[in-house]
């Protein structure tokens, strides 16, 4: 099956750019989707198709794919921004499946 | 605005069943794919199963496999989840999640607020 990894923390200071990895085999021929969840509440869609941004999400929030990595950025990182962010394919090549990466805690120092 | 309400958890003893539930409004249930997504406690985000806007395409996860099943009635907007032969490490909160039009592969641009379901003796 499909495999997803991200790396378990990330850290930044207010104002500073953070970038949250995903990588997957081959992960730029398929569409990436971000989510962001926080203590206690559900998951919220930040980025889809790559880099497309739902309405309503600030455009610091972007995202990119490429060969085997994808990757969310968050420019100008704020407080409200700590939280987990995981990405999501859907994987057709044996059993269709969504797969979630295994998240990313982002602390703002 | 599109509302997702879950509805049915609660405490069930290894073996047993429940019935989850989503009532949907505020969009066109019958156009979209839907989905069930858990997060087993202090952990992340699992696919559990994704069913197509006409019931016609339905995919489970492997660790429900024969044990789940997902339906729907669009005519009520509603978005089920029978859980059989529970374990405990199917305790987790569970999340309904409206997938793309028509389609089942893509993004789960909406999610409901979820309900827990905790297997225990």
């Known amino acids: ?109 | 605005e599109v509302q997702l309400v879950e509805s049915g958890g609660g405490l069930v003893k290894p073996g047993g069943s429940l019935r989850l539930s989503c009532a949907a409004s505020g969009f066109t249930f019958s156009s979209y794919s839907m989905n069930w997504v858990r997060q087993a406690p202090g952990k992340g985000l699992e696919w559990v199963s994704s069913i197509s806007s006409s019931s016609s395409y339905i995919y489970y996860a492997d660790s429900v496999k024969g044990r789940f099943t997902i339906s729907r009635d669009n005519a009520k907007n509603s978005l089920y989840l029978q859980m059989n032969s529970l374990r405990a490490e199917d305790t987790a909160v569970y999340y309904c999640a409206r997938g793309p039009l028509i389609a089942v592969a893509g993004t789960l641009d909406y999610w409901g607020q979820g309900t827990l379901v905790t297997v225990s003796s």
Do not use: M
């Open chain 1, 1 to 109: 099956s499909y495999v997803l990894t991200q790396p378990p923390s990330v850290s930044v200071a207010p104002g500073q750019t953070a970038r949250i990895t995903c990588g997957g085999n081959n992960i730029g021929s398929k569409s990436v989707h971000w989510y962001q969840q926080k203590p206690g509440q559900a998951p919220v869609l930040v980025v889809y198709d790559d880099s497309d941004r739902p309405s309503g999400i600030p455009e610091r929030f972007s995202g990119s794919n490429s060969g085997n990595t994808a990757t969310l950025t968050i420019s100008r990182v704020e407080a409200g921004d700590e939280a987990d962010y995981y990405c999501q394919v859907w994987d057709s090549s044996s059993d269709h499946q969504a797969v979630f990466g295994g998240g990313t805690k982002l602390t703002v120092l």
